[in-house]
């Protein structure tokens, strides 16, 4: 089917549109789970573990239980079904079993007639544990461990607490190292940090007297959770219906099915009343699934024609206790580290270890932040090394469109030079870089992120995403779609794609999503699959309608159907412009004998990738690419960083709507900040000493840099109306683009995240006596 | 985790009489609350013993700026907010105006009080050095009856204070004659980020200069480098009746260097805290040499 003829000029695509959920969210009449409230609901609170690592000899509920108010007691001995996001590690209970292994595990849960009984009847749960010793440190779960029990998980490898282990080569980099005209090595360590979205969790389970369940939660995916419940709670997959009603932030922390999801369906089964439980900050904190800290080591070699010719990483990965998504991450932090450069030879080799700490997950960015600050910040030291320009550098080196990488991911639209030059050209690198003066500098780093992973987690030959729409005679068109609207803004973006297609303004349309009664199957927001995948799926299905609306004119005009084009709610036969007639009316010819118009779309990623151990993983049918280029200032008595400004270049394919990807980009570059410059979790004996928003330090809006957007559109054959990826790739690139800012300022490397005032102090003073011991040695010389 | 409300009252006294007569009948067992923004957070902490309160926010004897002919008076109650916009203290304090604008972000502003900052007592409190600077008194008063500190004698320890039970704060009075001799004065605060971040390192630094050049009034208090916040006597002397210069600073910054004994904790180490510290110190003396 041929693209509307006007489809560039006209409609709502690349249109600065608010989202469609703004004006409820800013007057406060959106409806998040808490906000909920039905007749008899109990309150549902946790009783969590106070150890790291124990055994749990006994539990005693019965005080609990006679406490006036108290409807239910849930423990681990009740359910020891196992589930997770992967099905490959379901390594999670909904409530710990037998033993606790990280502190904030989920021991108990009650639920009361109110907050006040609830809490004080967790009081009254006896548990006796014996205490085991705790894996802190990611080396240590390296080792083998001397008693079974005391191994974090049972299935591991051999007898350590190693989770998974990756091993990749392509090419020869051992040779591709000896041969190089230059290498650079480096050790880099990057600290916890987690999402801190504004929407605390919040669930609410209702097992009705039908024998049904059902899951209000604020949640990424409906479809693990509902898949989880499944296992928990032993219903059959359609008696239980899960809705996502307002979801106030995500960023990959409300992606997994969550134990104290599973703990308010067990509360309300055994109840028989509808169950609340919303969690407070210090609660979000310890369920965390956060970014996995790294121990990054990375050699990068260049060879004599100034092309990267090897890339050697290896990866420590600090997965706390459960497994999540960490087979993913720990694939990611390899496989996507290497493109967006054209790279001869490339090694892995990746440990993701359990430790006795708050488990980590999916984080935006998801696996590819911390490797991408290694291999951006060693180019820049190479360029340095080389008395080369950074920026030039990395022209030289970049993938270009439609190719094949090293590990075989098919590269299709790639707009990453244009990126570089533009960012050079807007922020006046050839002027700035190496001539600011002391205290200012200027930094480059890119990036690229898949759009959506082009292999669902769970084997299936069903669609990854599809979408449902049905036009009766009101003249509205409304869609359904298993998408999660989780804030960035997928609900107007699938609006925008249909109303596209249909030539209507976006008043007519109505979006309903994530309800799985209602909604067709659709594999979540996570890995940035939405735009991609549902997009093309609304398209789709909008495509259909349109040939209906077209066909009934043609019926009407006694023209041939071919001519027909939908814009401004007319359709028009393009060769002789006065034949028309309203949207209505087409509609209404459309409906007679046969009633509303209902068309189905979807998406399913075509065939690619190698056929090698693990080459499913980063395989996307599209990626996104990222240059950016930073400016700041360095206060030299205090070691204070301000990001001035950034220049950052996104080819994000097409932005369908400009502000939405703009948003995107800011927000990342937002959280990047945060990771690099102050958040970080802080431990004390498995203990988070700062599970609150004020001691956990994500970066207020006096830090927030001027942005400048240039927005790339490449213009993806295979993304609807050309689109691609914009909320993960755009994290990537601000991290190290700071960091090497901060070396052309105060010419102090960064090897460790987050980078304090502190550290960057200490950086400057080291420098100034090694400068003077220099001075001294000419002197004495 | 939070501890349960229901484990703990509220007492809303009608008049400061009424307060001080509760809190005396109790056996000083009531927790005065002001602005409860410090509170707040303990009690979300959970470490905080359950008890009793008593909300002294509708105190209006407690609230108010004003002056006589000798102090400024400002009552225990005054917001930062109402510091910040008193044309009064941003002419007469501005080190205390300063420090208000620093203070978590406007929403902390308008609750957070000055008696609340002192009885609180943490040593990273940031209107705590400005305060010292300008000589403050501390009004408390009981049923017992009212009493003047002078504010450098308040604390007694790591949070710890001459404040007895049964006591309130009534208000702090900073004489008009210190205010007017500050002369030269510097706040300084570093924190994590630029809103919401308690002090990594927090200062007030000024001097005075008489017609012949020599400071005849100087006081140097620091935050955050001490169990409590305190002044630099022993530096504050060096540098009385003296004429600024390199020799003099340098010899100044190395007696501050002796005297603080900053530690390592969650926000900060004590090596930056103390290299900062002196640093802006420095800087400071030489930017007043110059001026
Ligand atoms: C988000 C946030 C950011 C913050 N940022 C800062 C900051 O940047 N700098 C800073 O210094 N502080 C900061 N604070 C701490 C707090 O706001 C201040 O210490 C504030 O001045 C406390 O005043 P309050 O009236 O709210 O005290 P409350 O919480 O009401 O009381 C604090 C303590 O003082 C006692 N008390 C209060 N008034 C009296 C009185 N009249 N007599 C006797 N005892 C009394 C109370 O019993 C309690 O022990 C922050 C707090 C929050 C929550």
């Known amino acids: 089917m041929s693209e509307p003829k006007s489809g560039a000029a006209k409609g709502v695509i690349g249109q600065r549109l608010p989202l469609v959920d703004a004006r409820k969210k800013t007057t406060g009449e959106a409806v998040y789970t808490d906000d909920i409230r039905l007749p008899n609901t109990l309150v549902g609170k946790i009783l969590r573990s106070p150890h790291a690592h124990a055994r749990i000899k006994g539990i005693d509920t019965s005080r609990a239980l006679a406490l006036p108010g108290v409807a239910a007691v849930v423990t681990g001995a009740e359910n020891r079904a196992n589930f997770g996001v992967l099905p490959i590690s379901k390594d999670e209970t909904a409530l710990a079993v037998d033993k606790v292994i990280f502190v904030g595990d989920q021991v108990a849960a009650v639920a009361a007639e109110d907050e006040e009984i609830a809490l004080e009847a967790l009081g009254l749960i006896q548990v006796d544990y014996e205490v085991y010793p705790a894996f802190l440190q990611p080396e240590d779960s390296l080792k083998d461990v001397a008693d079974p029990a005391h191994k974090i998980h049972a299935r591991t490898v051999g007898e350590t607490n190693v989770h998974k282990q990756v091993d990749q080569h392509f090419g020869d980099v051992d040779a591709a190292l000896k041969d190089a005209r230059i290498v650079r090595r480096g050790h880099f360590e990057f600290g916890s940090v987690t999402h801190a979205f504004t929407e605390p969790h919040c669930v609410i389970a209702r097992y009705d007297t039908d024998g049904k369940l059902t899951l209000w939660s604020a949640t990424q995916v409906p479809h693990y959770v509902h898949r989880a419940l499944v296992e928990v709670t032993g219903l059959p997959m359609h008696a239980i219906r899960v809705i996502k009603p307002m979801v106030g932030g995500a960023f990959g922390g409300k992606s997994d099915p969550f134990p104290h999801e599973m703990a308010a369906a067990l509360l309300s089964m055994k109840s028989g009343r509808p169950v609340k439980i919303l969690f407070d900050r210090e609660e979000v904190f310890l369920s965390h699934h956060g970014r996995h800290p790294t121990k990054t080591d990375i050699a990068v070699a260049l060879d004599r024609d100034g092309k990267i010719s090897g890339l050697d990483l290896k990866v420590l990965i600090d997965g706390g206790a459960w497994g999540s998504f960490g087979v993913v991450t720990t694939y990611y932090n390899g496989v996507l580290s290497a493109g967006p450069y054209d790279v001869s030879n490339f090694r892995y080799s990746g440990k993701r270890v359990y430790t006795n700490k708050p488990p980590c997950g999916a984080m935006r960015g998801h696996g590819a932040v911390n490797s991408r600050f290694a291999f951006e910040v060693l180019l820049d030291e190479i360029a340095e090394e080389l008395g080369e320009d950074p920026c030039e550098l990395r022209l030289k080196n970049f993938l270009p469109e439609y190719t094949t990488t090293i590990n075989e991911f098919r590269i299709t639209s790639n707009g990453i030079a244009e990126g570089m030059l533009r960012a050079m050209e807007r922020s006046g690198w050839k002027e700035k870089y190496r001539q600011l003066p002391p205290g200012r500098g200027i930094g480059a780093a890119c990036g690229f992120y898949i759009s959506g992973s082009a292999l669902p987690i769970h084997w299936s030959k069903l669609p990854q995403s599809t979408v449902h729409l049905k036009i009766d005679m009101d003249g509205g068109v409304t869609v359904h779609a298993g998408t999660a609207d989780i804030g960035q803004g997928s609900d107007t973006m699938l609006a925008q794609c249909v109303a596209q297609v249909l030539g209507l303004p976006m008043s007519r349309l109505r979006v309903y999503t994530a309800d799985s009664d209602m909604d067709p199957v659709d594999l979540g927001s996570y890995s940035s699959r939405v735009t991609f995948m549902a997009g093309n799926a609304a398209r789709r299905a909008a495509e259909q309608i349109r040939t209906e609306l077209i066909e009934a004119a043609s019926r009407l005009t006694g023209y041939p159907a071919e001519g027909f084009v939908l814009e401004d709610e007319l359709v028009v036969y393009t060769p002789l412009p006065r034949i028309r007639m309203s949207y209505m009316e087409a509609l209404t010819e459309a409906l007679a004998d046969r009633g509303a118009l209902i068309a189905r779309g979807s998406y399913q990623s075509p065939p690619m990738g190698g056929k090698f151990k693990g080459a499913a993983a980063g395989l996307s049918p599209t990626y996104s690419f990222q240059s950016y280029i930073s400016e700041v200032t360095v206060d030299e008595e205090t070691g204070f960083v301000k990001v001035e400004k950034v220049w950052a270049a996104h080819d994000c394919g097409r932005a369908l709507n400009p502000i939405a990807v703009e948003g995107q980009v800011e927000g990342s570059i937002h959280m990047g900040l945060g990771q690099l410059l102050s958040e970080q979790f802080r431990y004390h004996d498995g203990n988070v000493l700062n599970p609150n928003l004020l001691d956990y330090k994500t970066l207020s809006a006096k830090e927030m840099p001027e942005v400048e957007c240039i927005l790339i559109e490449s213009g993806d054959p295979e993304g609807p109306f050309g689109a691609k990826e914009c909320g993960e790739g755009p994290l990537l690139p601000i991290l190290p683009s700071v960091a090497n800012a901060i070396h052309d300022a105060v010419g102090v490397r960064i090897r460790r995240l987050p980078v304090t005032p502190e550290d960057i102090l200490q950086g400057i003073q080291k420098n100034r006596m090694e400068r003077s011991d220099v001075a001294a040695k000419i002197r004495v010389a | ?291």
């Open chain 2, 1 to 291: 985790m939070r501890a349960p409300l229901s484990q703990f009252g509220v007492e809303s006294p009608s008049s400061l009489e009424d307060a001080l007569a509760r809190m005396e009948a109790s056996g000083g067992r009531l927790t005065p609350m002001a602005g409860g923004t410090d509170l707040y957070v303990y009690l979300n902490a959970g470490s905080i013993e359950p008890g009793r309160w008593i909300d002294i926010w509708g105190l209006d004897e407690l609230r108010g700026i004003a002056e006589d002919k000798t102090h400024y008076l400002l009552g225990a109650l005054t917001t930062y907010s109402q510091i910040r916009k008193s044309p009064v203290m941003q002419q007469a304090l501005p080190l205390l105006v300063e420090a208000a604008a620093t203070v978590g972000a406007v929403a902390i502003q308008n609750r957070g009080t000055l008696g609340g900052n002192i009885a609180n007592g943490s040593p990273a409190g940031d209107s705590l050095p400005s305060l010292l600077v300008y000589d403050a008194e501390i009004d408390v008063r009981s049923v017992r009856g009212s009493r003047s500190v002078p504010f450098h004698q308040f604390y007694t320890g790591y949070r710890a204070s001459v404040l007895a039970k049964d006591e309130l704060i009534e208000r702090i009075r900073i004489p008009k004659a210190a205010a007017a001799r500050a002369g030269a004065s510097r706040f300084i605060k570093v924190g994590t980020r630029a809103a919401q971040a308690i002090s990594k390192v927090v200062g007030a630094f000024a001097l005075h200069r008489g017609e012949d050049g020599k400071i005849d009034r100087c006081r140097v208090a620091l935050g955050s480098v001490a169990p409590v916040p305190c002044r630099m006597t022993q530096v504050e002397d060096h540098l009385t009746g003296q004429t600024l210069d390199g020799e003099l600073i340098a010899s100044a910054v190395e007696l501050l260097d002796e005297g603080i004994k900053p530690i390592d904790d969650i926000r900060s180490t004590a090596r930056y805290r103390r290299f900062v510290s002196l640093r802006v110190f420095e800087r400071f003396l030489q930017e007043s040499r110059e001026s």
